[in-house]
C-alpha cells in the first residue's frame, strides 16, 4: 500500500511544508498516541530530539497531540536517537520519538517512532497511524488531559549505558581520539563518555546553534576530523551524525573507514572472542562485494536486506544475527541496542583498537573493497525509473555487469533522489555504466 507520510525512517521533509508542519505534527502525535493508547494502565511517550531549530517546534507540536489522548510525556530534550530507543524500554513507556533528519541539513527535520520495546515500528503500525492520520482522532475530557515533564539525568543515563558497553578489563588510557559530533544530539555525551573511559578526547562539533547541525562536519563531511586527526596526532577519529546513529572512523594516516570495513572489524573481532551469534553479518544491498569476499574467507555469510537499517534490524531477528548494518555508517549491536548507535560502535572499535594493540590503519583495514561507485540524481516529481528509456539502460547495464559486477538502482526513502550504484572489478566500466544510467534518469526528470 503506498504511504502518505512514513518513509524508510519515519516522516522526513522540509520543515514549514508538508509534511514536516506543526499541523501534521500534532496529528501525528494524536494519531501515535490513540494507536498505542491500549489497557488501563497511565500511557507515557518519550520524547527526544536533535539540536535543530525547528525541535522546538515539532517537540511543542507532538506534546499536544500526545497529551490531548490522554498520554503523558517525558521530555528528554537533545539525546541521541539510541538514547531515546534505550529509555523507551528502560522507562516502560508505550511509545517513544525522535525528532531529527539524522544527515540532513538542519532545515530538514523527522519523526521517527519505537514502540515500547525499543524497536522502530512495524509496517503494520506505520500503517494503521497513517490511516488515523486520515481522520479525527477521538480526544480525552479535560481531566485525563495528560501531563509532560522534562527530566534531567537522562544524558548521565545514556553515557553510563554506553559505557557498559565497553569491556570491563579495558580502558582508553592513552588513546587520543577526536570526536566530531555534528553539532548535533551527541554533543553532550560523546565526549563525556570517552573521557570517562580514560581517553585523551579532542571534541569537534560541539558548538550546536539550531542551524550548523552537519554542516561540513559529521560523519558525512568528515573532512576537519581529517585534518585534526592528522594535527593532532591522534590515534583515530569517529565521526557521528546529527541524531548519533551513525559512525564513521578516520585511521591515524587521516583515511576515511566506511561502515563496511567496520562491520568486518566488529564480526571477526567478536568471532575470535565466540561471541558472535547466526552465521554471519547482515547488511544492504549497498554492502561492498569486498566485505561479502571477506566474510565468506572466514565461513561466515553476509545475509542482504533492503537500504534502510529497520530492514537490517528485521534480518537480523530472522536469521540471529548479533552484528548488522548499512555501509553508511550504521551498526546495529543486537547485544546492546535496538537500533544503529554510533557512540557504542565506535566503543566496540576502541576495544579491538586497546586490545589488539595495532594502529587503526593496521586493524580497519580488513579487505581490499571492490571498485564501487554512487551517484544520485535529484528529480522535482513523476517516477523517473518508470520511464521505458531508463528501464532500457538498466537492463543494459545488467546485462553488461552479469556474473562480474552488481548494479543497485533506487530511490531515496528519504530526499527526491534517485540513487545510482554499480561496482565490479573494473573500476572503468563501473563509472560508464553508472553514468549512462544517470544521463537517462536526469533526461526522464527533466
Known sequence: ?????????GIRGLTNTEPMTAAIALKVGQAAGAHFLRGSHRHRVVIGKDTRLSGYMVESALVAGFTSVGMDVVLLGPMPTPAVAMLTRSMRADLGVMISASHNPFADNGIKLFGPD????????????????????????????????????????????????????????????????????????????????????????VQPNGTNINDE????????????????GADI?????????????????????????????IALDQQRQGLLRGDGVVATVMSNLGLERRLSEAGL???????????????MRET???????????I???????????????????????????AASMLLNQFEPVPQLLRNVRFQGGAPLDEPAVRASIADAERQLDGRGRLVIRKSGTEPLIRVMAEGDDAAEVDAVVARICAAVEQAAA
Open 1 to 9: 500500500m503506498p504511504r502518505k507520510f512514513f518513509g524508510t525512517d
Open 118 to 205: 525499543g524497536y522502530k515500528l512495524s509496517d503494520e503500525d506505520e500503517l494503521a497511524i497513517e490511516a488515523l492520520l486520515e481522520r479525527e482522532v477521538e480526544l480525552v475530557e479535560a481531566g485525563r488531559i495528560g501531563r509532560a515533564k522534562r527530566i534531567d539525568d537522562a544524558r548521565g543515563r545514556y553515557v553510563h549505558f554506553a559505557k557498559s558497553t565497553f569491556p570491563e578489563r579495558l580502558r582508553l588510557d592513552g588513546l587520543k581520539i577526536v570526536v566530531d559530533c555534528a553539532n548535533g544530539a551527541a554533543y553532550h555525551v560523546a565526549p563525556d563518555a570517552l573521557w570517562e573511559l580514560g581517553a585523551e578526547v579532542i571534541s569537534l562539533g
Open 217 to 232: 562536519c559529521g560523519s558525512t563531511h568528515p573532512e576537519l576530523l581529517q585534518e585534526t586527526v592528522v594535527a593532532s
Open 237 to 265: 577519529g569517529l565521526a557521528l551524525d546529527g541524531d548519533a546513529d551513525r559512525l564513521i572512523v578516520v585511521d591515524e594516516t587521516g583515511k576515511v573507514i566506511d561502515g563496511d570495513q567496520l562491520m568486518a572489524l
Open 301 to 315: 555469510k553476509l545475509h542482504r536486506t533492503k537500504v534502510g537499517d529497520r530492514y537490517v534490524l528485521e534480518g
Open 320 to 330: 540471529g544475527c548479533n552484528v548488522g548494518g548499512e555501509q553508511s555508517g550504521h
Open 332 to 358: 546495529i549491536l543486537a547485544d546492546h541496542a535496538t537500533t544503529g548507535d554510533g557512540l557504542v560502535a565506535g566503543l566496540q572499535i576502541l576495544a579491538a583498537l586497546v586490545a589488539q594493540e595495532k
